[in-house]
């Protein structure tokens, strides 16, 4: 995911370990580990594997969602926090778009 692509595409942290180059099983963080360098979160010397502590993303939150094409997935209740089960990957190479698992953001 070196290169500059400018799709903004949401998925699940499942999905996105399985594409990501820097994912790996480790003994923390429930064995979503990330070797990244610029890795947000962590501890004992491994990378945790989550949407907030992503260089490549974010946890998506409920405007991401309905820019996405996933306003059932919005949550009023949790207006400004993001979804961690999710992440809003902001550059993803049109060759690992999969529209069955991946949503894109739609022009409105």
Known sequence: MNERYS???IMSINRFAGICGHFYNGEIGSGYNCNHPDCKEVQCGEGWCH?????F?????NDD????????FA????EDEGDSDYIRVWDLPEKDFD???MWKKVDR
């Not at 949407?51 to 260089?55: H, I, K, L, T, Y």
């Not at 949550?75 to 949790?78: A, N, Q, R, Y």
């Open 7 to 9: 799709m903004s595409v």
């Open 51 to 55: 949407s907030w502590a992503c260089p």
């Open 57 to 61: 993303g974010c946890a998506p939150d």
């Open 65 to 72: 969602f309905i820019s996405h094409g996933m306003k059932d």
């Open 75 to 78: 949550d009023p209740m949790h």
């Open 99 to 101: 529209e069955t698992s």
